[in-house]
């Protein structure tokens, strides 16, 4: 690919289901923990895409009728992170995209910061990131809130009209504009954008994403 560089810009990458193909498995882990749920892997995207931890539990205690074990949260994880181990890949294109992007870049995830680093450390996605990566949990901003993509483009010294943001769910497309940023959001194949805006670019390939940022920085 063509190398692109852009000055006075900043990119803010979501990381779950933009750049690591991982929402299938975090909700693989709950079928495998939560049979009685009966519902399909794909079922379980659509409703739960970009969502807080917490809400999704609430929202399974709600289904089920019964709160969930205290140690359900640690059993979560620790199965998610053996699903991490065995198939978690980076999005197609995505390296390749990353390899032709000279730009200032970072992560901000609703996800706990051990889990940011594992899937980067996987996916092979570490090297390009470094430690620009920003948690929901350490920031105490969830998505559709503004805080996280407003202490991610402070942190990386710019402001908030500098900085595109790239995201696959509608919770943060909804945050990046609350922040008064740009919003790139990436639709999975046969993805349906339901959520959209003067301030929404769409795209379906992330080959298509440095020529798309280059366009909107001219």
């Given at each position: 690919?063509?190398?692109?560089?852009?000055?006075g810009l900043c990119v803010i990458f979501d990381l779950d289901?933009?750049?690591?193909?991982?929402?299938?498995?975090?909700?693989?882990?709950?079928?495998?923990?939560?049979?009685?749920?009966?519902?399909?892997?794909?079922?379980?995207?659509?409703?739960?895409?970009?969502?807080?931890?917490?809400?999704?539990?609430?929202?399974?205690?709600?289904?089920?009728?019964?709160?969930?074990?205290?140690?359900?949260?640690?059993?979560?994880?620790?199965?998610?992170?053996?699903?991490?181990?065995?198939?978690?890949?980076?999005?197609?294109?995505?390296?390749?995209?990353?390899?032709?992007?000279?730009?200032?870049?970072?992560?901000?995830?609703?996800?706990?910061?051990?889990?940011?680093?594992?899937?980067?450390?996987?996916?092979?996605?570490a090297p390009y990131f470094g430690d620009n990566l920003f948690?929901?949990?350490?920031?105490?901003?969830?998505?559709?809130?503004?805080?996280?993509?407003?202490?991610?483009?402070?942190?990386?010294?710019?402001?908030?009209?500098?900085?595109?943001?790239?995201?696959?769910?509608?919770?943060?497309?909804?945050?990046?504009?609350?922040?008064?940023?740009?919003?790139?959001?990436?639709?999975?194949?046969?993805?349906?954008?339901?959520?959209?805006?003067?301030?929404?670019?769409?795209?379906?390939?992330?080959?298509?994403?440095?020529?798309?940022?280059?366009?909107?920085?001219?």
């Amino acid at each position: 690919m063509k190398l692109v560089i852009m000055n006075g810009l900043c990119v803010i990458f979501d990381l779950d289901g933009t750049l690591v193909d991982s929402e299938a498995l975090c909700n693989q882990a709950f079928l495998d923990l939560l049979p009685q749920l009966n519902e399909t892997v794909n079922v379980l995207m659509l409703r739960y895409r970009g969502k807080k931890l917490a809400a999704i539990f609430t929202d399974i205690e709600i289904r089920l009728g019964r709160k969930l074990p205290e140690t359900f949260e640690q059993h979560y994880r620790q199965r998610v992170s053996e699903l991490f181990r065995c198939e978690l890949k980076p999005m197609p294109g995505v390296i390749e995209m990353l390899e032709a992007l000279h730009v200032p870049k970072c992560i901000a995830s609703s996800g706990p910061m051990p889990k940011i680093r594992q899937s980067l450390e996987i996916s092979g996605l570490a090297p390009y990131f470094g430690d620009n990566l920003f948690s929901s949990y350490e920031v105490g901003s969830w998505k559709p809130e503004p805080g996280l993509f407003q202490y991610a483009a402070k942190s990386m010294g710019f402001m908030p009209d500098q900085c595109v943001v790239i995201e696959d769910s509608e919770v943060g497309v909804e945050a990046a504009a609350a922040a008064g940023m740009r919003a790139f959001r990436y639709l999975h194949k046969g993805e349906y954008a339901s959520y959209g805006g003067e301030s929404i670019e769409l795209f379906d390939d992330m080959l298509l994403l440095p020529k798309l940022l280059a366009d909107f920085a001219q």
